[in-house]
């Protein structure tokens, strides 16, 4: 149990483009789903808190414009990255708790973007 | 002072030995903490979870030291298979359930 899925797993785009990422617990339900982005050979860092039926909650220093997170139900989460850039090229992965579960967070396996 | 800070590695060891990650955390009103395993270019994995009385899996041990804010992993008799970043989270008060992550401690196991 505790599946977390991502798609998709590797997208190239051109500069400017706009890039859908979603996230979707197969297994059961998160009303709280986050968002990490890691560059190569560096720790992780959390970009925004996604809560089911509100708005984001984002850390400091990430463009809520740039990264749209949606949170329409239960199981799905989309993080968009608008007008990529190069500098956007990065490992993106999300995870989720289940809800009324254990607070053990539960990885998606991923999406590596990169931005030509 | 950063909100989790780890031992920076590398580690290299040959196989069979014992190893030991620290993992220090600055909250001291933190609950939950966790080790997460993190392969070459794939999502983190949960290892364990870090009880206050201490816990063991196989061949790995998790330790929880409130007064000196500090958890730790052993890991006996290491595998080749054991080679990956070690990642520790620790989870934020508040109900906000978000977890801060140290920078990993990369281990090598040479045969």
């Known amino acids: 149990g505790a599946v977390v899925s991502q798609h998709p797993s590797r997208v190239i785009c051109k500069s400017g483009t706009s890039v859908k990422i979603e996230c979707r617990s197969l297994?059961?339900?998160?009303?709280?789903m986050f968002w990490y982005r890691q560059f190569p050979k560096k720790s992780l860092m959390l970009m925004a808190t996604?809560?089911?039926?509100?708005?984001?909650?984002?850390e400091q220093g990430v463009e809520k414009d740039k990264f749209l997170i949606n949170h329409a139900s239960l199981t799905l989460s989309t993080l968009t990255v608008t007008s990529a850039h190069p500098e956007d090229s990065s490992f993106y992965i999300c995870?989720?708790?289940?809800?009324?579960?254990?607070?053990?967070?539960?990885f998606g396996p991923g999406t590596r973007l990169t931005v030509l | 002072r950063k909100e989790v800070e780890q031992d920076p590695g590398p580690f290299n060891v040959p196989e069979g030995a014992t190893v030991a990650f620290n993992c220090t955390y600055s909250?001291?009103?933190?609950?939950?903490f966790f080790w997460y395993r993190q392969d070459c270019r794939k999502e983190p994995k949960l290892l364990m979870s870090v009880y206050s009385s201490g816990n063991e899996d196989g061949r790995f041990t998790a330790q929880l030291n409130r007064a000196s804010q500090y958890i730790s992993l052993l890991i006996r008799d290491s595998k080749l298979s054991d080679s990956a970043t070690y990642l520790c989270a620790v989870k934020e008060v508040g109900g906000s359930e978000k977890l801060v992550f140290g920078k990993g401690t990369k281990l090598t196991v040479n045969p």
């Open positions: 909250n001291s009103a933190s609950q939950s």
């Open positions: 297994d059961f339900q998160a009303t709280t």
């Open positions: 995870s989720a708790s289940e809800m009324g579960g254990a607070d053990t967070q539960y």
């Open positions: 996604s809560n089911e039926g509100s708005k984001a909650t984002y």
